[in-house]
C-alpha cells in the first residue's frame, strides 16, 4: 500500500523562477493539501482539493497555484520565486475532506530559492 | 483568524523522566489532532481528540482533550530516545473542510 509520495526531494532555485511541485495521495484517498514549513515552525496550510477543484486556501499569494488531476495527483506550482519561499513543500493527503480525516504526508520537497 | 500556540517551544530531559507539552487555541474546536515529526522527517499522525474531556492512551503517551475544547495536553511518561522529535497539535479551520491550523510544535530532545 503506497503512501504518499512527493517528487522532487530536493530542488534549488533562483529568484523569479517558477517550480512545479507533484505528489500522489495514497491509495484509496481522494483529497489532497498542501503546506509550507519553515524551518522550527509547524506547517502552514497553501490550499486543498478535492474533486479537481480548489476547496479551500490559505493566506498565500496568487503566486501560489494547484492542480489536482482524475486520478487524485496533484500539483503545486509558484511563479516569481522568492527568497522567503525557502522551506520544506508537504502534501498531504485524507479522505472525503472532511473534518475528522486524520492527514497522511509525504516526505516533503525541500525548496531552496537563491 | 484562528491561532494555536503550543508551549514550551522546547525541552531537554533526561531518558527516563516525563514530558509533557500544551496545546491552546483561540477558538472552540470541533477536535484536536496530534502529530510527531521526527528530524528530517514528516508529520505523521498520533491520535484525533473529540470529545470534551477526552483522554485516550497510547502506551506511554497520554492525550487529553480541554473541557472547553480549547486546549489539550500530550504527556509522555518515562522518557525515551525514541521519543526523540517535534509534536504538533492541530485543529480544523472554522470553515468546511479538512485544513487544519497546525501550532508551532514543541521539540523534544531526550539525553540518554
Known amino acids: 500500500d503506497a503512501g504518499v509520495t512527493q517528487s522532487p526531494t530536493h530542488l534549488i532555485k533562483t529568484r523569479g523562477q517558477q517550480v512545479t511541485l507533484r505528489c500522489s495521495p495514497k491509495?484509496?484517498?481522494?483529497?489532497v493539501s498542501w503546506y509550507q514549513q519553515a524551518l522550527g515552525q509547524g506547517p502552514q496550510f497553501i490550499f486543498q482539493?478535492?474533486?479537481?477543484?480548489?476547496?479551500q486556501r490559505g493566506n498565500f499569494p496568487d503566486r501560489f497555484s494547484g492542480h489536482q488531476f482524475p486520478n487524485y495527483s496533484s500539483e503545486l506550482n509558484v511563479n516569481a520565486l522568492l527568497l522567503g519561499d525557502s522551506a520544506l513543500y508537504l502534501c498531504?493527503?485524507?479522505?472525503?475532506?472532511?473534518?475528522?480525516?486524520?492527514?497522511?504526508f509525504g516526505n516533503g520537497t525541500r525548496l531552496t530559492v537563491t | 483568524g484562528q491561532q494555536v500556540m503550543q508551549i514550551p517551544q522546547y525541552q531537554h530531559v533526561q531518558e527516563g523522566e516525563d514530558f509533557t507539552t500544551y496545546c491552546n487555541s483561540s477558538?472552540?474546536?470541533?477536535?484536536i489532532q496530534w502529530y510527531k515529526q521526527r528530524p528530517g522527517g514528516h508529520p505523521v499522525f498520533l491520535i484525533q481528540?473529540?470529545?470534551?474531556?477526552e483522554v485516550k492512551k497510547q502506551k506511554r503517551l497520554t492525550f487529553q482533550f480541554g473541557e472547553a475544547k480549547k486546549n489539550s495536553s500530550l504527556h509522555i511518561t518515562a522518557t525515551q530516545t525514541t521519543d526523540v522529535g517535534t509534536y504538533f497539535c492541530?485543529?480544523?479551520?472554522?470553515?468546511?473542510?479538512?485544513?487544519?491550523?497546525f501550532g508551532g510544535g514543541t521539540r523534544l530532545m531526550v539525553k540518554p
Open positions: 482539493y478535492y474533486e479537481e477543484e480548489e476547496r
Open positions: 477558538t472552540t474546536l470541533s477536535n
Open positions: 491509495s484509496g484517498h481522494d483529497t
Open positions: 481528540l473529540v470529545k470534551s474531556g
Open positions: 498531504a493527503s485524507s479522505l472525503g475532506g472532511g473534518r475528522t480525516s486524520p492527514l497522511h
Open positions: 492541530a485543529g480544523p479551520g472554522n470553515n468546511a473542510g479538512n485544513m487544519l491550523t
